[in-house]
């Protein structure tokens, strides 16, 4: 089983029928992972054919929960654009409550693009409307629920402002793409950040780490840098091709050993929560990939 130090291993996946991921759940409490992260998919996405695709993360994990009962999750993240606080806020009550207190909520502003693109507005402030977001879901989980409250918010952030929001007024960030060297900068910035809370606010810092075949991981790659946000993220880690975002924030899946090795270099920046993220495999080949990296 995994064992570095206090960083702890998830797993990531999206748009999953609910029956695969229910069994994921188990197959992480069997192989030594803690949390299962699925990303909202509300904005709508079409498949090659123009069809909406996208299976619905609150579902699959309560289908999870309903068959599992040590392993951790969390919608990472929802997309705030296309929700409403108090559906939201309620939602995550219900999995908190059928989990047992094994949900976290994540938040994010999502892109402009994907906004757009739907014929949603997307807000002049990113910054500002996900502080109010945050706000809002802190305080419907502390005291304004007659259900289900108590569980963490963390929030989805790229740049080093909302680092410090999700560090300082909520539970911890979620991060993407990220080389070690730029991991430990940011667990850098968490620590600084979460200090504004008190001595006894820690923030959670959680990445998601692609792991694929070099072909799925190249073209995952070239589809977040065509995102403006993404493009600059990558850009100020000095990541300018799709070769060298590849080489510097994956896994390779098919060598357990090289996945292990770079896995530790994210343990040795700091990072609590590394989320494994098999994008691109299909469930046999993924649970193979996923078992060798805690064997």
Request: charged content about 20%; hydrophobic content about 45%.
């Amino acid at each position: 089983m995994w064992s570095n130090g206090r960083m702890r291993l998830g797993i990531c996946v999206r748009d999953r029928p609910a029956t695969e991921v229910a069994r994921l759940g188990c197959f992480a409490e069997d192989h030594g992972y803690d949390e299962v992260y699925i990303p909202d998919t509300r904005g709508a996405v079409a498949d090659p054919a123009g069809r909406l695709s996208g299976r619905d993360a609150f579902v699959n994990l309560a289908a999870m929960f309903a068959s599992t009962t040590r392993v951790r999750g969390a919608v990472g993240v929802a997309a705030v654009p296309f929700h409403l606080p108090g559906p939201l806020a309620l939602t995550a009550a219900s999995l908190a409550e059928l989990s047992e207190g094994r949900f976290t909520l994540g938040i994010g502003i999502s892109h402009a693009e994907s906004a757009r693109a739907a014929g949603v507005a997307f807000p002049s402030s990113p910054l500002a409307a996900t502080r109010e977001w945050l706000a809002a879901m802190k305080a419907r989980s502390a005291s304004g629920l007659a259900f289900g409250g108590g569980f963490p918010v963390v929030v989805g952030a790229l740049g080093p402002k909302m680092v410090a929001l999700g560090a300082a007024e909520g539970d911890g960030v979620v991060l993407n793409w990220l080389t070690p060297e730029h991991a430990a900068r940011t667990v850098a910035e968490v620590a600084a950040a979460a200090a504004a809370g008190g001595p006894d606010h820690h923030a959670l810092s959680v990445l998601y780490v692609r792991m694929s075949s070099p072909e799925a991981l190249r073209a995952d790659a070239v589809g977040y840098d065509a995102l403006a946000n993404y493009h600059q993220h990558f850009v100020n880690q000095g990541l300018t091709t799709p070769e060298a975002i590849v080489a510097g924030t994956t896994l390779p899946a098919h060598d357990p050993a090289l996945a292990r090795e770079r896995l530790a270099a994210y343990a040795a920046a700091g990072i609590d929560l590394v989320c494994v993220y098999p994008h691109g495999l299909e469930e046999a080949d993924r649970e193979r990939a996923l078992a060798g990296v805690t064997a």
